[in-house]
């Protein structure tokens, strides 16, 4: 009887112990859970130059009442028109510009760590339709490749900027655009080969699977570099200080024999002696403070060590200028780089 007893104890302990462990994952399951959001787009669009220019704003807010952080990406249909990253309030606000028609526009939330991915609801809009040649841009990833992209410091990142013709069909004469970005963070840079791109009044709009390059759209490589903190040493020999010589004593040579020879020829002139040897430690401790100390440095400690990009999410903006001989045409788009392993 009493070992039934201590059997049932011990069962008894097990189950007690087995409720404690599932009440303490309870809450820390609850907690990885993401939240649920809710994504809200507004579009005003007004007209310039006969063409429709699009303000976007998105905002995204979590189920807790709280702004969300990430990127969110414009949607026009099935196309990708614009990324950009959330500010602190969980706003974001990228310019855009469309072709003559109808558009349906939907901001799409990615989603990060804490919340749920969600999309708004679709906001059509017509854009005016217009005569004169213009051109829109396209983004999309090649290394990594998917959008929006994401490197650690020290990486580079490839996009392929498309230059898409509007109307140029009314060219009279070739359409050159030349590319730049804008919105990235210090210590990183970008460049695109090529930086200017041709459009003809044959250039096609489209292009269909498997075409050759001469019946697409022209496209230019954008390279995106970051740079990850430097940690090697540059080695200092002994030589390094020896070949400063000569070029310290150049400069500290002819000014000492200038200077003792003036106060030689003025030694029954002690006004002039005393402004000789004033000059004299004048320059001393100008060579030591501009020349020597900043060497000493260099030498005793080396090269300070290259910063790091750092650490966040951006948007940045790749522009495309053009002019057809009367006013000039600029078109942007957005796109989100969010950095890793940076200072």
């Given amino acids: 009887m009493r070992g039934l ?18 009440l303490a994952v309870l809450p820390a399951a609850a907690s990885a859970q993401q939240i649920t959001t809710h994504t809200v787009l507004t579009v005003e669009t007004s007209e310039q130059g006969g063409h429709t220019q699009a303000t976007v ?35 974001a606000s990228p310019g855009l510009s469309f072709a003559g028609g109808d558009h349906a526009l939907r901001a799409v939330y990615t989603g990060d760590a804490s919340h749920l991915g969600s999309a708004s609801v679709t906001s059509n809009v017509s854009a005016q339709t217009s005569s004169t040649p213009n051109f829109a841009l396209s983004l999309a990833a090649v290394l990594p490749s998917t959008l929006p992209l994401t490197l650690t410091a020290g990486q580079a990142g490839t996009i392929a900027v498309t230059v898409v013709p509007e109307d140029n069909a009314a060219l009279t004469a070739p359409m050159f655009v030349t590319l730049s970005c804008s919105g990235l963070p210090s210590e990183a840079s970008c460049t695109f080969t090529p930086a200017t791109l041709e459009i003809l009044p044959t250039t096609p709009a489209s292009c269909p699977s498997g075409s050759l390059a001469s019946a697409c759209p022209p496209v230019s490589s954008m390279l995106l570099q970051t740079q990850a903190q430097s940690t090697s040493q540059l080695v200092r020999p002994a030589q390094h200080l020896r070949g400063a010589g000569p070029v310290a004593w150049a400069i500290l040579l002819p000014g000492m024999l200038a200077l003792g020879g003036l106060a030689w020829g003025a030694r029954r002139r002690r006004w002039l002696q005393r402004l000789a040897l004033v000059a004299f430690v004048g320059l001393v401790t100008a060579l030591g403070t501009t020349a020597c100390k900043p060497l000493y440095n260099y030498y005793k400690h080396g090269p300070t060590k290259n910063p790091a990009t750092p650490s966040g999410t951006y948007t940045v903006t790749v522009t495309g200028q053009s002019s057809n001989g009367v006013t000039a045409i600029t078109n942007n788009t957005t796109m989100v780089l969010t950095v890793t392993g940076g200072s």
Avoid: T
């Avoid at 007893?5 to 599932?22: P, S």
């Avoid at 702004?67 to 028109?81: C, F, H, K, M, T």
């Fill in 5 to 22: 007893n201590c059997r049932g104890l011990r069962l008894e302990a097990v189950a007690g112990l087995g409720i404690a462990m599932a």
């Fill in 57 to 91: 704003r998105v905002a995204v807010n979590g189920a807790d009442g709280l702004p969300a952080s990430g990127a969110v990406i414009i949607e026009d249909g099935n196309r990708e028109l614009a990324e950009a990253a959330l500010n602190s309030d969980g706003e």
